[in-house]
Nanobody
């Protein structure tokens, strides 16, 4: 079927940077919106950033100016460049994509397995 595989998480000091990647593979006809969410311990999973197939971007207020979402449609991959990291950015970051597969009329929502980002002060 369809898989989303994230990479790029890790442990960094406050002020540092990371680049997360998420590659989609499988029976893909078209990928619509791709997004990154994050979930800290004891918290809800919240939207961080999203990008449409046409390149329109949307960010959570808490990350504007520090996070940049981009995508490579040829590679079915979405990226999240994270700069000026803060301890409160510590969370598991999940990739999400709305994907149309061959043989189905409606798109479905898919999630990656998550990648841990830990920021030390």
């Amino acid at each position: 079927q369809v898989q989303l595989v994230e990479s790029g998480g890790g442990l960094v000091q406050a002020g540092g940077s990371l680049r997360l990647s998420c590659a989609a593979s499988g029976n893909i006809f078209r990928i619509n919106t791709m997004a990154w969410y994050r979930q800290a311990p004891g918290s809800h999973r919240d939207l961080v950033a999203a990008i449409t197939s046409g390149g329109r971007r949307n960010y959570a207020d808490s990350v504007k100016g520090r996070f940049t979402i981009s995508r490579d449609n040829a590679k079915n991959t979405v990226y999240l460049q994270i700069n000026s990291l803060k301890p409160e950015d510590t969370a598991v970051y999940y990739c999400n994509a709305e994907i149309e597969t061959y043989g189905y009329s409606w798109p479905s929502n898919y999630w990656g397995q998550g990648t841990q980002v830990t920021v030390s002060s």
